[in-house]
């Protein structure tokens, strides 16, 4: 056990990079409440690398994906669970594999969701349950706690996520090397209905470096991604540059260097956010309302909902991205330029780091 004497939490946030993200909040407001409490939290190993560098967290514990299918991990995960002896779990998760481990864990007080958020008979395994009143997955997942924040019209949260020295080490040599400001775009996205045409981003690269200086810099994951972006560059008429291979470590520490990010509603959409850069989102199939960026500072853009269910919108064809033209993009970069009053990103040599 550790020298911790208050109450011993388990987060069961299992999955979605960016929504594990999103959920950092709750961490940072149970440390502020319980200050000497034991916060662990479990996750499937995509989101791990972040949420180990949160100071509110003081363990990873690590489940792979479809553990609630294998009974020997079952069995593994119960008994480790158990021995951390907690207390109680919260699960903003809202599924059976999240509140399944909250049960095994043996937690007396198991809080979580009810109606629509408390999905594949998760309610059942909880035996506190919230009806949350709010919309956006932060302000729902605080409710988990009985707080209704302020709205996030006055003012922005902080994700607080540290970047990492090391990862600032290995990726010095590439930045030193840009000789101007930059940008990010990001083409990727987990649903093919989320991305928006790589032609598009790479005129938009264009229109950028011609009329602001800064150079467009194409992230990736994959090989599909690394050709999206290779798309892109050629799009732009060499205009864009693409980035080098990055771990998620990497990426949090090149994205807190950007000007500002562009992308649609993906992992890196909220990595860049946690890392404290300004975003434009790019919204189809989802709802900005509902998992967006969070604060004033950022920008969304939606023309059109791709509605349907959750495996519809999913599998649908890119319909809604579509609606999205390069001027409307173009006028929301426009207006962060114009908002940029310091000649160096006085947030990126803010922000907290750890080894």
Not at 177 to 194: A, D, I, R, T
Not at 258 to 279: K, M, N, Q, V
Request: proline residues 7%; hydrophobic residues 40%.
């Amino acid at each position: 056990m550790n020298g911790r004497q208050g109450p011993r939490i388990l987060i069961t946030r299992l999955s979605h990079i960016g929504d594990c993200l999103l959920t950092l909040p709750l961490a940072v407001e149970l440390r502020r409440q319980y200050p000497d409490c034991y916060l662990a939290w479990l996750s499937e190993p995509a989101s791990v690398p972040l949420l180990s560098l949160h100071p509110a967290i003081d363990e990873v514990l690590t489940v792979p994906r479809k553990w609630l299918f294998k009974w020997r991990v079952v069995k593994s995960l119960r008994a480790t669970l158990r021995e951390k002896r907690f207390d109680m779990t919260i699960d903003p998760q809202g599924l059976l594999k999240s509140a399944a481990a909250a049960y095994v864990s043996g937690a007396r007080l198991r809080v979580g969701f009810q109606g629509e958020h408390g999905r594949e008979g998760s309610a059942w395994l909880n035996n506190r349950l919230v009806a949350p009143r709010s919309t956006h997955l932060v302000d729902r997942t605080l409710e988990l706690l009985g707080l209704i924040p302020l709205p996030k019209t006055l003012g922005s949260v902080d994700l607080g996520l540290p970047l990492c020295t090391k990862a600032e080490e290995r990726l010095s040599p590439f930045l030193s090397n840009l000789s101007e400001k930059y940008f990010v775009l990001n083409p990727g996205g987990n649903w093919p209905s989320k991305r928006w045409d790589p032609r598009n981003y790479g005129t938009l690269a264009e229109m950028v470096r011609q009329e602001m200086g800064w150079i467009p810099l194409v992230t990736w994951g994959g090989d599909e991604e690394s050709q999206m972006a290779d798309e892109i560059i050629a799009a732009s008429c060499g205009a864009a540059t693409k980035a080098p291979a990055t771990s998620l470590r990497e990426l949090a520490v090149l994205l807190a260097g950007a000007e500002c990010f562009i992308g649609g509603d993906t992992g890196p959409l909220h990595l860049a956010e946690a890392s404290g850069t300004r975003c434009i989102a790019l919204h189809g199939p989802t709802r900005p309302e509902d998992s967006g960026v969070y604060g004033r500072q950022h920008l969304s853009i939606q023309r059109h909902y791709q509605k349907g269910t959750r495996r519809q919108r999913r599998t649908g064809a890119n319909l809604a991205m579509q609606t999205i033209a390069v001027a409307d993009v173009f006028e929301k970069v426009q207006l962060v330029a114009s908002q940029r009053s310091a000649p160096s990103r006085p947030v990126l040599a803010n922000r907290p780091r750890v080894a």
